[in-house]
């Protein structure tokens, strides 16, 4: 069956995710209001800017009813921005950075400093097969710990943020620091799919 996949759509690359999640054979639906949660299988939290979209989950009233969904089991997949709003636990965010949480880890805002706008490394990543992910930063987190519930799925593999934790998965939600979506490598968004039909 074709999973519905919403994809939180009030600001960020979420048209980049649209493609992905079609081309991954799933069929993306934009979530903006609260009853736009109603019948998918899994949300996508794109990657943008998370105070922004932290703010516009309160302004449209979508904060609290995505909260109880991913509560109630919603599989989530967060890139990015979509990491940080999906962390317990964020260091450098600002005063009133509003999240979403549910995954035991603390994420880091712009870790890899802001002189490094963006950059690409390899990434091995737990549960997907072949070469390492290609994985595209840009103004990206790391994952400083994760509790342990959580398990660290990729790290970076070299450069001087080697052995960083870039991708996190804990139960139904999974959350990157890079941007697959922008890559044209489904893998990712596929390891998504996965989760949702329980084969992963
Ligand atoms: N630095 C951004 C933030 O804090 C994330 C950047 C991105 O999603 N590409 O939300």
């Given amino acids: 069956m074709t999973p519905r996949i919403g994809v939180l759509a009030l600001q960020g690359d979420v048209r980049e995710h649209f493609a992905a999640l079609r081309s991954a054979d799933a069929e993306p639906v934009a979530i903006r209001r609260p009853r736009d949660l109603d019948g998918i299988d899994g949300i996508v939290v794109p990657g943008g800017e998370s105070t922004t979209i932290g703010k516009l989950l309160v302004t449209f009233e979508v904060l609290d009813p995505l909260r109880a ?79 342990p519930a959580a398990h660290a799925l990729g790290r970076v593999s070299d450069g001087d943020a080697a052995g960083r934790i870039v991708a996190v998965r804990q139960g139904n939600l999974l959350a990157t620091s890079f941007h697959p979506e922008l890559t044209g490598d489904l893998r990712i968004h596929a ?9 992963k």
């Fill in 191 to 199: 390891y998504f799919c996965d989760m949702i039909s329980g084969n």
């Fill in 69 to 147: 969904a991913l509560a109630a089991g919603l599989p989530a997949y967060g890139s990015c921005a979509g990491m940080i709003l999906l962390a317990d636990r964020v260091v450098d965010g600002t005063a009133d950075q509003v999240g979403l949480g549910g995954i035991d880890m603390t994420v880091r805002r712009n870790a890899f400093g802001r002189q490094i706008d963006s950059f690409e490394s390899d990434v091995e990543v737990d549960g997907v097969d072949g070469a390492p992910v290609r994985a595209v930063f840009i103004r990206a987190p790391w994952v400083s710990d994760v509790g």
